[in-house]
C-alpha cells in the first residue's frame, strides 16, 4: 500500500548550558539540568531566564512541507542544532537523539498546537537504576535465556516519555442488587437454616481525578497498566526543556477516542465500591445499575518510562520501568532448551528419590 512520506527541512530544538553554551540536560536525582562537559547545574527557572527553548512559548512553527508518495512509512527529516547532521524521525516521535553527535533533538513542532502537552512528570529514576531493576530479572528465573538481559541489550534500555490524557470524572447515580442473608441454628437434634431476603440499593456521587489512559497506540496498554500508579501530585506545567537526554512521543489516539475505556474503569471502580458498601449481607448479586458518568476534566500529559524491547526467536519480550516509581514489569521468555533439561532433572531427581523410597520399605518390610 503506498503511503505519503513528508520531508520538512526544520531546525530541531536543543537546550544549551547557560555557562558554556554546550548541550545540557534533565538530571533525575538532582531534579535539576546538569551539563557534563563544565558541571553546572541550573533550576527549570535559571533555564528560563537564560533561554527561550526553556520556554512553552510556541516559536519553531514547520516549514513548508514536501509531499512525497513512495512504500515507505511517513517520516519528517529534521536538522540537529549541534552538528548539521539530518535527523529522521517518523510522525509520533516529538524527542529523540542524533545519530552523529548524540545530542537531544527536540521536535518542538510535534508539541506545538493541539499537540501541546498540559502537565508532565520528569524522571525521577536514573538510568542506573532501570538498569539494576532489569539485570534482577534473572534472580529466580533458571529458565530465562542466558543472554536475555546482556550488556547489548542493557544498552538499548531507553528513557521514554509517553503520552498520556488524564480524565476526572464524575460517576453519580445507584447500583441495584438482591442479596441474602443466611441464619443458622440447631435445637435439639435439629438444624434449622434460614434465608432472608433483600433488595438492596447503594447510591452516591463519586469524583475521580487524573484516571490515566495511554494516548499512543505503539505501547501496549496492559504494559502501561501494570507499571501504574503514577503519584499525580507530581504534576509540573509543561515544559519543553524536560525532555533534553530522553526520546518522546506524542500521542496519535485522539483522547475522545480513549474515553469510552476511562469511562468504563470509573463505573466498574464505582459498582465495585457501592457493592461492597453492602456489608451486612452472606451473599450479593448486582442485578443492575443506573450510574452516569460525566467528564469534568481533560488534560494532555507526558509521562516518564525507562523501557527496553528485547527480540528472542521472532517475538519482541517489553521491560519497562515507571521513571517516577520505580515500579516495573518484565515480559521475560523461556529458554526452550534449558527448560527441557530442567524438566528432565526435576523428573530424574524425583524418580530416584521414589526408587529409593520404595527399596527401603522392601528392606524394612523384609
Known sequence: MTEEKKIVNEDTLEN?????????????????????????????EEMKQHSDNASTDDKNKPKKEQKVKDDYNSYITYRCE?????IIADEQTAATFCVYCGN?????????????????????????????AFKGLSKGRPLMPKDFNSEKNIEKIKGVYIPFWLYDI???????????????????????????????????????????????SRFDNDIMNSIEPFAFAELEDYNHAYL??????????????????????????????????????TSKVITGDNLTAT???????????????????????IFAMNGQTGE?????????????????????????????????MFIMGG
Not at 82 to 86: I, K, L, R, T, V
Not at 245 to 267: I, N, S
Not at 304 to 316: A, G, R
Not at 331 to 346: A, E, H, M, S, V
Open 16 to 44: 544549551r548550558c547557560p555557562a558554556c553554551r554546550a548541550s545540557i540536560k534533565y538530571n533525575p536525582k538532582l531534579k535539576k539540568f546538569k551539563c557534563e562537559y563544565c558541571g553546572s547545574e541550573f533550576t527549570l
Open 82 to 86: 549541534s552538528c548539521g547532521a539530518e
Open 104 to 132: 537531544t533533538a527536540i521536535l518542538k513542532s510535534k508539541l506545538s498546537g493541539n499537540f501541546t502537552p498540559d502537565k508532565i512528570i520528569p524522571f525521577k529514576k536514573e538510568k542506573e537504576e532501570a538498569i539494576k
Open 170 to 216: 464524575n460517576i453519580s447515580g445507584d447500583v441495584n442488587m438482591t442479596g441474602n442473608i443466611v441464619t443458622q441454628w440447631t435445637s435439639g437434634d435439629t438444624h434449622y437454616t434460614k434465608t432472608d431476603k433483600y433488595n438492596i440499593v447503594r447510591g452516591g456521587t463519586m469524583d475521580y481525578h487524573n484516571i490515566p489512559v495511554d494516548g499512543s
Open 244 to 281: 533534553s537526554g530522553f526520546y518522546a512521543e506524542k500521542y496519535d489516539e485522539e483522547g475522545d477516542k480513549v474515553y469510552e475505556e476511562v469511562k468504563k474503569r470509573a463505573l466498574n471502580s464505582s459498582k465495585d465500591r457501592l457493592y461492597s458498601d453492602a456489608t451486612r449481607y
Open 295 to 317: 467528564e469534568t476534566k481533560k488534560q494532555y500529559a507526558m509521562l516518564p518510562v525507562w523501557m527496553v524491547n528485547v527480540k528472542y526467536k521472532d517475538k519482541m519480550h
Open 328 to 360: 516495573f514489569i518484565g515480559n521475560i521468555p523461556l529458554d526452550g532448551k534449558r527448560t527441557l533439561i530442567y524438566t528432565i532433572l526435576i523428573f530424574s531427581i524425583s524418580f530416584a528419590v521414589i526408587m529409593i523410597g520404595s527399596y527401603l
